[in-house]
Nanobody
Framework: QVQMEESGGGLVQAGGSLRLSCAASGIIFRVYAMGWYRQAPGKQRELVADITNGGSTNYADSVKGRFTISRDNAKNAVYLQMNSLKPEDTAVYYC???????????????WGQGTQVIVSS
């Protein structure tokens, strides 16, 4: 009922930039917080950044000052601008959204399929 479509990953040299995009579509009543998580090989998935529907943001310490999360509520979309990328940022990045599909339904988490980011040294 809800699809999360990601784009924007790729291969970049250290110090470079990438912009990730994710849009939710389908049966949606309201989108609450949206965010980006990442999972590196052999590691647990971790929060990178999230943003409320009011625009309040939260960042992992490892990306503060380098990454910027933003959203477009009209498009149910969330973005992650990643600057000054480091090899340790290499991971699969997943978008996440807390969504209510109808006025009286429960809120549920929805995930994108993941997009690979590789930062070469």
């Amino acid at each position: 009922q809800v699809q999360m479509e990601e784009s924007g990953g790729g291969l970049v040299q250290a110090g470079g930039s990438l912009r990730l995009s994710c849009a939710a579509s389908g049966i949606i009543f309201r989108v609450y917080a949206m965010g980006w998580y990442r999972q590196a090989p052999g590691k647990q998935r971790e929060l990178v950044a999230d943003i409320t529907n009011g625009g309040s943001t939260n960042y992992a310490d490892s990306v503060k000052g380098r990454f910027t999360i933003s959203r477009d509520n009209a498009k149910n979309a969330v973005y992650l601008q990643m600057n000054s990328l480091k090899p340790e940022d290499t991971a699969v990045y997943y978008c996440n959204a807390d969504i209510r599909t109808t006025w009286n339904s429960d809120r549920n988490d929805y995930w994108g399929q993941g997009t690979q980011v590789i930062v070469s040294s």
